[in-house]
């Protein structure tokens, strides 16, 4: 592979995001949001070469980096083969349901603070825009926004930044999804409920909804990926 990869490039776009005093923490950010924002698909490798020449850091630090999302079953590495985006099973997906029903749901029934209120309000109307542009990937991008600030209303930096890794296993797993309209569209119904129930003070309605939407969403995914994997 060379830097002329898609997804090289858009690393170097990234580059200034590291500044002067690039960490591998920083760098596994950056790889991390390119995940959740879909640009790097499962089974992608990632050369070092490439990589390394559009963030321009070192090896060490790159492969630092990669081992920080190793850890968190974001990448994957192959003896004499590389590293690899992972790629999910039906069972990885069950269990991050089984995850965000722990963390969001709550989270719903915390939801007091009205500035956190409005970040999940205005993550359901970049999708609502999103699609009535017919932008449906980037209607997957503010779906994950919005479940971001779901998650938020928690007020734990601990729990913000546990989500962020979910986020991205889920950004995985919503690539067996071949139709990207059909998977979103029915959502951005239910996402539209669940942030006016949340100006409106009715946190448990709310909660009640969002576990609907887990139980529709979960079921979706687990199928598809059983018929993706034969």
């Keep these: 592979m060379t830097a002329t990869d898609p997804w090289a490039d858009l690393l170097a776009a990234d580059r200034a995001l590291l500044g002067r005093t690039s960490t591998a923490e920083r760098v596994a950010d950056v790889l991390r949001q390119r995940i959740i924002d879909g640009a790097l698909s499962p089974g992608t490798r990632l050369s070092e070469e490439s990589a390394g020449k559009a963030l321009a850091v070192s090896r060490n630090t790159l492969r630092e980096?990669?081992?920080l999302l190793v850890h968190?079953?974001?990448?994957?590495?192959?003896?004499?083969?590389?590293?690899?985006v992972r790629v999910?099973?039906?069972?990885?997906?069950?269990?991050?349901?089984?995850?965000?029903?722990?963390?969001?749901?709550?989270?719903?029934?915390?939801?007091?603070?009205?500035?956190?209120?409005?970040?999940?309000?205005?993550?359901?109307?970049d999708g609502e825009r999103a699609a009535a542009e017919e932008r449906?990937?980037?209607?997957?991008?503010?779906?994950?926004?919005?479940?971001?600030?779901?998650a938020a209303l928690a007020g734990s930096p601990r729990v913000n930044e546990t989500m962020r890794q979910l986020l991205a296993e889920l950004r995985l797993a919503f690539h067996v999804m071949s139709?990207?309209?059909?998977?979103?569209?029915?959502?951005?119904?239910?996402?539209?409920?669940?942030?006016?129930?949340?100006?409106?003070?009715?946190?448990e309605r709310a909660a009640a909804k969002l576990d609907a939407y887990f139980d529709a969403a979960e079921d979706q995914l687990v199928a598809a990926y059983r018929d993706h994997q034969g």
């Design 136 to 150: 449906w990937w980037d209607v997957g991008t503010a779906n994950m926004r919005f479940h971001e600030a779901v």
């Design 72 to 84: 968190e079953r974001l990448l994957v590495h192959e003896f004499h083969r590389g590293v690899f």
């Design 65 to 67: 980096a990669f081992r």
């Design 88 to 125: 999910l099973s039906a069972e990885d997906v069950i269990d991050l349901y089984r995850i965000r029903r722990l963390l969001e749901t709550s989270a719903v029934r915390r939801g007091e603070n009205p500035d956190l209120v409005a970040a999940v309000d205005r993550a359901v109307g």
């Design 179 to 203: 139709r990207p309209e059909e998977f979103h569209r029915p959502y951005l119904g239910f996402n539209r409920e669940i942030a006016d129930l949340l100006t409106a003070g009715e946190r």
